[in-house]
């Protein structure tokens, strides 16, 4: 499996992106996709999850200002990102897990930076 990420950027605080990963390769191996964030100096975090069936979990900082949504047809989830904040100033991951809830790939990462 291979994830590619695409959509960071620069935005004011307040503002709104949307990230997006695309999925390819053994495709039939994943069940849940995710994101992950990683601010500089610190430890690679949890942010949003969504099941193949669309069952979403988000951790509770970004609950309510993130939705995370998947198209299975086109294998690519994305992440919209509402109400930004420098605190939300990170390299963003896709993450994809198989049916046993093992990582089978992540991303390269795409860097989001909320000024204020």
Known sequence: VQLVES???????????????AASGSIS???????YRQARGKQRDF?????NDGITNYDASVKGRFTVSRDNAKNTM???????????????YC???????????WGQGTQVTVSS
């Open 29 to 35: 191996n994943i069940d849940t996709m995710a994101w």
């Open 78 to 92: 994305s992440l919209q990102m509402n109400s930004l904040s420098p605190e939300d100033t990170a390299v963003y």
């Open 47 to 51: 942010v949003a999850i969504i099941t």
């Open 7 to 21: 959509g960071g950027g620069l935005v004011q605080a307040g503002g709104s992106l949307r990230l997006s990963c």
């Open 95 to 105: 993450n994809a897990k198989n049916y046993y809830g093992v990582s089978v790939a």
